[in-house]
């Protein structure tokens, strides 16, 4: 089993970024054990995809983030499962997460404009008859996302002495 959580671990942090060939080598296995790892992995729905992170702010791409706190009724019977996946089956909606504390659900949205994120929660969002409010904050700049660092700044502060 430590075999198969090392290479989750490796993929978790590299993702598409490194070879199984690379992985065989990290974790001591044939390149064909590793892909069999994987593949059982895959298969029993464990690994549920890859992704790249991509640092949109050094593109020519304008793209506007939002975090948006609702605070929801639960459905009788169904809790807040069913308007969690009428609301994640948008395709603007990058994660959803029920959350403890002073709101319900956390959604994380990106459109093109903070005009298109204002009209997607004012039209889709609020009206939804389980909503009670909700609250949109907008990302002004990542520093590190899914463990990745954005901008790493760290430069020698050093003063040079000459003799």
Same mark, same amino acid.
């Given at each position: ?7 989750? %671990?490796?993929? %978790? ?11 065989? #080598? ?17 298969? %029993? ?29 639960? #459905? ?77 700044? %760290?430069?020698?502060?050093? #003063?040079?002495?000459?003799?």
């Amino acid at each position: 089993m430590s075999d198969t959580i090392d290479i989750l %671990e490796i993929l %978790e942090k590299n993702g598409p970024m490194i070879s199984r060939d690379k992985i065989a #080598q990290m974790t001591g296995k044939t390149e064909e054990e590793v892909n069999a790892i994987i593949a059982g992995l895959e298969k %029993e729905n464990i690994i549920v995809g890859y992704k790249t992170m991509i640092n949109w702010d050094v593109t020519d791409t304008e793209l506007v983030n939002a975090l948006i706190e609702l605070r929801i009724t639960p #459905q009788r019977g169904e809790g807040y499962d069913k308007v969690a996946e009428r609301i994640y089956k948008y395709p603007q909606v990058n994660s959803l997460y029920l959350m403890s504390g002073s709101y319900d659900l956390c959604v994380i949205i990106e459109g093109k404009s903070m005009k298109e994120v204002a009209l997607f929660v004012a039209q889709k969002l609020a009206p939804m008859e389980s909503v009670i409010s909700t609250a949109t904050h907008f990302v002004l700049k990542k520093y590190k996302d899914d463990g990745l660092i954005f901008y790493d700044d %760290e430069k020698d502060t050093r #003063q040079v002495i000459t003799l």
